[in-house]
């Protein structure tokens, strides 16, 4: 392998260790499909503006189509196939289920591993655009449907799901909230 354009390198993917030679040009949207065969990753524009691929890294979602696998080694990388404990789904997958928030379910994992970091962010307390009191010892605000949409915004649908997907959002917080995965998530996208 040319080393001047290619590395060895060694990806942590839902709790696994892959090794592989890329390309310093692989982005990882690309090592995980065309490398790994973790297809539940979707492209779509290929240019970071459409969420399809969004994964994890370290707990946080990132567009895989905009970072380059060898910047992603030493990060943890869950992608959708790693969202469920097991036979049991996750919170959001099983309210996406529930809710119908999908159509042709293209944009659905990433939609998911969006969702999932989200919850995560609001009931940590961060901000969105639209959050009207945005001092650090303010309260997560309550996770209204603008709220969601804003939070979720880039991750598109082509099918025009969105209504259920804010349904799915919102009953996925309130669950978490009531199994204590999330704490100080108040939904009021229902209301
Ligand atoms: S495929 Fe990465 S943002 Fe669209
Ligand atoms: S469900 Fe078809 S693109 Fe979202």
């Given at each position: 392998m040319d080393q001047s354009t290619s590395s060895d390198i060694i990806l942590d993917i839902n709790g696994e260790k892959h090794a592989l030679s890329v390309d310093h040009r692989t982005t990882l949207l690309d090592a995980l499909r065309e490398r790994l065969d973790l297809t539940g990753t979707k492209k779509g524009c290929d240019q970071g503006q459409c969420g399809a691929c969004t994964v994890l890294l370290d707990g946080q979602r990132a567009v895989s189509c905009l970072q380059f696998a060898v910047a992603a080694e030493g990060r943890h990388i869950t992608t959708i196939e790693g969202i469920a404990d097991g036979e049991r789904m996750h919170p959001v997958q099983q309210a996406f289920l529930e809710f119908d928030g999908y159509q042709c379910g293209y944009c659905t994992p990433g939609q998911i591993c969006s969702a999932v970091a989200m919850l995560e962010e609001h009931a940590a307390?961060?901000?969105?655009?639209?959050?009207?009191?945005?001092?650090?010892?303010?309260?997560?605000?309550?996770?209204?449907?603008?709220?969601?949409?804003?939070?979720?915004?880039?991750?598109?649908?082509?099918?025009?799901?969105?209504?259920?997907?804010?349904?799915?959002?919102?009953?996925?917080?309130?669950?978490?909230?009531?199994?204590?995965?999330?704490?100080?998530?108040?939904?009021?996208?229902?209301?």
């Open positions: 307390g961060w901000p969105s655009a639209v959050t009207d009191d945005v001092r650090a010892e303010a309260a997560p605000p309550p996770l209204t449907a603008e709220e969601i949409r804003e939070r979720m915004s880039g991750n598109l649908c082509r099918c025009g799901a969105y209504v259920q997907i804010v349904e799915a959002v919102a009953q996925a917080a309130t669950r978490g909230k009531e199994t204590g995965m999330l704490e100080g998530s108040e939904t009021e996208a229902s209301a």
